[in-house]
């Protein structure tokens, strides 16, 4: 059967759905295949048309697009295009095109996607070799009136002026760009946070709601560049600054429990400074103690004193040999005094 015939066979199918809104040809090989006007009339009720893995040629699809006044969703994924071939006319009612999973390399062929369809709410653009946005921002806002969405997930992108073009979308919300090599240096944080950053408009990255992320990664973005040469620091690094003021570097804060105190060993008026290790036991400290004091540990008897809480509770003793240090909350400077058991 030759692949015209497969067209005619489709569409006599398609005629006698009255009601027939929704068109899946995915995976169906109509490489050479063309449509005349007898056939292209029997899908003007289509409103989603899926085209996957068809191989299907440019001049074809248009001649779908002519015929298909209320199409709202195009999928032409896996079809190998590395072009776009610009149609003479254009089609308002389109507002989604799905396009993943192609060879589309330049920004130009991108740009002929935006003459052809101006309604364009939601662009899948995922696994296409896209290196750079070539179009000036003026241009980007003119092609792209209404996107709301756009999804670059394992394009080429590999700086962060094409991230800014994306604040040329006046309607832009939602942005996805998972796995391009600009970001492949960053932490995961770093990422996030620059992104929403650089990116006032958006409310979902990623698939996330950046939500109540916003403040918190804008004042980051500044301290993130703080220490940037005036010529490296990007244009939204003084917008922001504008808005929050130069920002000081937050303090680093060491949240781990400490592991070791500097004390005083107080035995028979000497005093020696010992660093003890926190994690031991009390019966662990008296072994410490040994050649200090001169005391053998069943002989021993320990009491140690909080600088700070001394003259409210006095000196505690360190009754329990298998207690660990680190619940009597030791720092710096404190003391243990050792006394010999009495008879």
Not at 23 to 49: G, H, W, Y
Not at 260 to 271: S, T, W
Request: hydrophobic share 40%; glycine share 4%.
């Amino acid at each position: 059967m030759t692949k015209s015939c497969k067209v005619q066979m489709i569409s006599k199918i398609v005629s006698n759905l009255a009601n027939l809104t929704f068109l899946n040809l995915t995976s169906n090989p109509l490489t050479e295949a063309r449509l005349d006007s007898t056939c292209a009339t029997s899908f003007s009720r289509i409103q989603r048309l899926v085209l996957n893995n068809t191989k299907l040629s440019w001049e074809t699809i248009h001649t779908f697009l002519q015929e298909l006044p209320g199409l709202e969703e195009l999928f032409l994924c896996f079809n190998d295009y590395t072009a776009v071939l610009l149609s003479p006319c254009s089609y308002p009612s389109l507002r989604l095109l799905h396009i993943t999973d192609n060879n589309l390399a330049d920004w130009a062929e991108i740009h002929k996607l935006g003459q052809m369809f101006p309604g364009l709410d939601t662009l899948i653009l995922a696994n296409n070799p896209l290196v750079s946005i070539m179009d000036s921002q003026a241009t980007l806002a003119r092609l792209f009136q209404n996107l709301r969405s756009i999804n670059l997930h394992n394009s080429g992108l590999n700086s962060w002026d094409d991230i800014d073009k994306f604040k040329a979308f006046p309607k832009l919300e939602e942005v996805r760009l998972l796995g391009i090599p600009l970001l492949q240096n960053y932490s995961e944080e770093e990422r996030r946070k620059l992104v929403i950053a650089r990116l006032p408009s958006i409310i979902l990255l990623n698939g996330s709601k950046v939500a109540g992320e916003r403040i918190d990664a804008e004042r980051f973005f500044i301290r993130y560049y703080l220490n940037q040469p005036d010529e490296d620091l990007p244009e939204r690094y003084h917008e922001l600054v504008s808005q929050y003021g130069v920002l000081e570097p937050l303090a680093v804060v060491d949240l781990r429990p400490q592991s070791r105190a500097k004390v005083e060993v107080h035995f028979e008026g000497k005093v020696e400074v010992m660093s003890i290790r926190l994690d031991q036991t009390v019966a662990d400290l008296k072994k410490q103690l040994r050649n200090v004091v001169q005391l053998s540990t069943n002989n021993m008897r320990l009491y140690y004193i909080d600088q700070d809480m001394v003259k409210t509770f006095g000196p505690e003793e360190m009754k329990y040999s298998t207690r660990a240090l680190h619940s009597f909350s030791i720092r710096d400077g404190d003391e243990i005094h050792v006394e010999p058991k009495t008879k």
